[in-house]
């Protein structure tokens, strides 16, 4: 009786042994399968080649990837960026059923600010990637006529350039900067693709436009750095903002070339782009109110990031706005591009361990600050472009008219600077500031000189 029931012991032992033995092999030959997903992320369905434009194609390869880059169609506002869809009714000329509203009816002083050029015909939100092509092609500014060099930024040139180019993609955007927008939007498919920023064979980050290549060289040159190359020399830290600052920059078409050119010789700060610009006597257009000749400052993010805190730390501008991800055992970055407000665990927890509603408010006070400075420059700029209006309407002759046309131009171009930079201030507080007090300085300076010589004629 003894002995059987030993037996029976042993038996039950031996059974969860085994069990235990069976589960411990599952759990192992699990891991293992993680780990050997996790060192091949992706599985080779179709070749990729240095002209396979098309993402879709890409998407085979990378279909996580790719869903983020198709969800990037999704048009969500925050405070102070981002886009909700506005209904249109499609015609022949636009087929947009849907558009983004517009910043100069948000805010007339834009249009004064700007005008007698494109943009106080129109200019709207910024959407996502999606619709970078569309909202370029039909915006209402192409009917005072664009030159090839817009496509630059708002399409997948990698392939087009090198066709022209024969192989050489310099070549091929010195020609596509010269056709007039009409003629370079043949040569453009997609909005910006994967092929841009990736080689199709190691899956690499690259830079692949030229303009880029140029301005970054320039810059380190003023740093004693000779011809700079930054696909040989840049990390991949710095390669996770370069392809991004690739196209979210200041710039300038130079020469009747219209070739493409970030003014970065001096430096990248707003005042160090200006003094770049007055050194050259470069104008956008000559306001048409003032007479004033004057300048239109672009997107400029990466300069602006580059004087910021995040820029220090260096944090690239992938760690914010495209995030990393975990799928399954995979550790991804996330393609849906967007502002890192919607994605705040992943985009700002890793590394400030604080509520997310703290670090929300703390981001909307820097905005709201900022916005506040912007509002009073802005109203300070509309009563120097009135002032100067009124003194040329009185005499053409004034002796200060010339010297409050400058200020004019320096003021509008630091106030634009701040303007047109997407994050509110957010990339560089302080520097934002500081432009923004340098803006309402010469803004003062304007003002003065009109009035002290108002007064000695009198």
């Known amino acids: 009786m003894i002995l059987k029931k030993k037996i029976v012991l042993w038996s039950f032992v031996f059974i969860i042994l085994m069990g235990a033995t069976i589960l411990s092999v599952v759990l192992l030959v699990d891991i293992f399968e993680k780990k050997q997903e996790s060192k091949n992320p992706f599985y080779r369905v179709v070749d990729l080649t ?61 249009k004064r600010m700007w005008a007698g050029y494109a943009f106080s015909i129109d200019f709207r939100e910024e959407r996502g990637h999606a619709f970078m092509l569309d909202d370029q092609t039909y915006t ?28 050489n993609i310099m070549h091929g955007f010195e020609q596509l900067n010269q056709m007039p927008y009409s003629e ?41 750095i000779k011809n700079y190359e930054v696909n040989k020399t840049a990390t991949r830290q710095e390669m996770r903002t370069f392809v991004c600052a690739q196209c ?50 672009q997107h400029p993010e990466f300069e602006m990031w580059s004087q910021g805190i995040h820029a220090k730390s260096n944090v690239s501008c992938s760690d914010c706005h495209m995030p990393y991800q975990r799928v399954g055992a995979m550790k991804i970055t996330d393609h849906h591009v967007k502002s890192p407000l919607l994605t705040i665990t992943r985009s700002c927890q890793t590394c400030h361990r604080l509520p997310e509603a703290e670090l929300r408010a703390r981001v909307e006070t820097i905005q709201n600050r900022t916005f506040e400075m912007r509002n009073r420059t802005m109203d300070a700029l509309m009563e120097l472009i009135s002032d100067i209006k009124a003194t040329k309407e009185l005499s053409t002759i004034h002796p200060n008219l010339t010297k409050a046309r400058n200020y004019q131009r320096k003021a509008q171009f630091l106030l634009d600077f701040v303007e047109a930079e997407n994050s509110t201030g957010f990339h560089a507080p302080q520097e934002a500031a500081r432009l923004l007090n340098q803006s309402l300085d010469y803004i003062r300076k304007g003002q003065v000189s009109l009035r002290k010589n108002s007064s000695t004629q009198k």
């Open 248 to 297: 979210h920059v200041e710039y300038y078409f130079k020469g009747k070339e219209k070739r493409l050119t970030y003014p970065w010789s001096k430096g990248l700060k707003g005042d160090e782009i200006l003094a770049y610009y007055d050194d050259l006597q470069f104008k956008d257009w000559v306001h048409k109110e003032t007479g004033a000749d004057v300048l239109k400052a």
């Open 184 to 224: 370079a939007r043949k040569w453009v498919k997609h909005p910006v693709t994967c092929i841009d920023c990736h080689d199709p064979k190691t899956m690499e980050l690259r830079v692949t436009r030229p303009a880029f290549m140029e301005g970054i060289a320039s810059y380190k040159s003023k740093d004693g």
């Open 50 to 110: 240095h002209e396979t434009e098309d993402p879709v194609i890409w998407g085979k390869n990378f279909p996580h990837q790719y869903d983020g880059y198709k969800r990037t169609v999704d048009q969500i506002r925050t405070r102070y960026g981002g886009s909700e869809a506005i209904p249109k009714t499609p015609s022949d000329v636009d087929p947009r059923s849907v558009v983004a509203q517009s910043k100069i009816e948000e805010d007339p002083r834009l």
């Open 140 to 167: 209402e500014r192409q009917k005072v006529g664009q030159p090839g060099t817009c496509i630059n930024c708002h399409a997948s040139t990698y392939v087009p350039m090198m066709k022209l180019g024969k192989g």
